[in-house]
């Protein structure tokens, strides 16, 4: 699993036209991959950890559901609005200051959760949190981006979405385990915890990926080839970022509408849920890892086709066996299918969609970002307007998203294509 064992990446692939070569001796190393992963992965611990402490809260707090539930959404807007403003700015400044400021800042916000005397202090604290926990996410896909291109960057980003899958499966089970030993204050300490643990490791891993060298160079071509910045609008861009938001947005209507599909229509108790979902994850897992192992021989390209069409067959079969009438107990196949199949696109459709835009990486890794949480935001109420006994919804939700997902990639795909010959 580890990137070590592959030779380093040659200079000439970390160039972008008409600049020079990436930073010397840097590469994407495993400790490297590890901090990253931590970065990334502060959404699912800061909003997974403290969920079951949320009645506790409203007796605490004064306040009522809403307020509590409020603290969460504030969370996810920071995450939203702090991508897009830390991704170009870290075009503009460089990767580790902005990061250090996010970082910093992210460990003060976090000190004021855990000591909020209100549910609006609270809020206010969540909402900073998530601005400049979204530096750490948006910043660490723009390393990568920085330091490895092709094949090796599907690597890298597919072994770091390995590190973030880790982080929604282990959360919510220390959160139900350490809510009544150690209360909401509690479980936002280990939060804080981990936001000291995420400075430390931006101090002491993670390099300036973007030099000022490299960005003087970057400026003076804009007077020639036009800002980094209309990259974003390419065709190879565009298509592999919505065949990353839609992919993603099948799992945010899965993980929306599984509470009821395994416990209302399945008719299982929430042990059983929490395994289920527990085995898809680790499906999750499993293929993510087999994406790292397979990028060093196999195009990031060919890869995503295969997953997004695994998808869409298994979302398919998700509808047909929805209109048929067929045991419940069934849904669980295509389920697993569609969750699994994510492992081989995600950080591949990261890698290609980085790699169109290598004049301003940072902005289109805080496109990617925003993209992924307004999809994954908008289908989650949708897949309940059937209400709780019936799945399909959530099947023609998963089949409209997987289609626009390999449409979209397919259109990259022959755009890219025809750009190569």
């Known amino acids: ?18 600049t020079s070569p990436a930073p010397a001796g840097l590469r994407v190393t495993p400790l490297l991959l590890v901090t990253l992963g931590l970065l990334t992965a502060v959404a699912p611990f800061a909003t997974d950890l403290y969920l079951p402490a949320f009645p506790e809260m409203l007796d605490d707090l004064d306040t009522t559901a809403s307020g509590v539930q409020v603290t969460l959404t504030a969370f996810l807007l920071g995450l939203a609005v702090g991508q897009l403003v830390f991704g170009p700015v870290s075009d503009r400044f460089g990767r580790r200051v902005p990061l250090i400021v996010g970082a910093a800042i992210y460990v003060a916000a976090s000190t004021i959760a855990v000591l909020a005397p209100n549910v609006e202090v609270l809020t206010a604290a969540r909402f900073a949190q998530g601005v400049t926990g979204a530096a750490g996410m948006v910043i660490a896909r723009a ?23 880790v982080a929604p499966v282990i959360a919510p089970l220390i959160g139900g385990i350490l809510a ?16 000291v643990l995420m400075l430390a490791g931006v101090l002491t891993v993670v390099p300036e990926s973007l030099p000022r060298s490299r960005r ?44 009821f599909v395994y416990q209302v229509m399945m008719g299982v108790g929430p042990v059983v849920y929490g395994l289920g979902f527990g085995v898809n994850a680790l499906g999750l897992m499993a293929m993510t890892w087999v994406a790292a192992r397979l990028a060093a021989s196999v195009e990031p390209a060919r890869l995503v086709a295969v997953g997004l069409s695994a998808i869409l067959t298994g979302a398919v079969a998700f509808l047909a066996l929805s209109l048929s009438g067929a045991p419940a107990g069934w849904l669980a196949v295509p389920l697993f299918v569609c969750v699994s199949s994510l492992g081989l696109v995600m950080g591949n459709a990261t890698a290609l969609a980085l790699g169109a835009v290598p004049r301003a ?36 939700v998963m089949v409209a998203c997987a289609g626009l997902a390999l449409g979209s990639f397919t259109v990259a795909s022959r755009v890219a294509a025809r750009a190569s010959r």
Do not use: C, K
């Not at 380093?8 to 008409?18: D, K, M, T, V, Y």
């Not at 009544?180 to 936001?195: I, Q, S, Y």
């Open 143 to 165: 390393v990568i981006a920085d330091l490895a291109t092709g094949r090796a960057a599907a690597r890298a980003f597919s072994l770091m979405m390995l590190v973030v899958g």
């Open 361 to 396: 990486a940072g902005t289109g890794s805080a496109v990617l970002g925003a993209t992924q949480f307004a999809l994954g935001a908008a289908v989650a109420p949708i897949v309940g307007v059937g209400g709780e006994s019936t799945a399909l919804p959530l099947a023609i």
């Open 1 to 18: 699993m580890s990137t070590h064992q592959d030779p380093p990446a040659s200079p000439e692939q970390h160039r972008i036209p008409g």
């Open 216 to 259: 003087d160079e970057l400026r003076a071509l804009q007077s020639t080839h036009g800002s980094g910045a209309r990259d974003l609008g390419s065709a190879v861009f565009v298509g592999n970022t919505l065949a990353f938001g839609f992919g993603f947005a099948v799992m945010m209507s899965y993980i929306a509408a599984s509470p």
């Open 180 to 195: 009544d030993p150690l209360g909401w204050r509690g479980l936002l300490g280990v939060v804080l915890g981990l936001a």
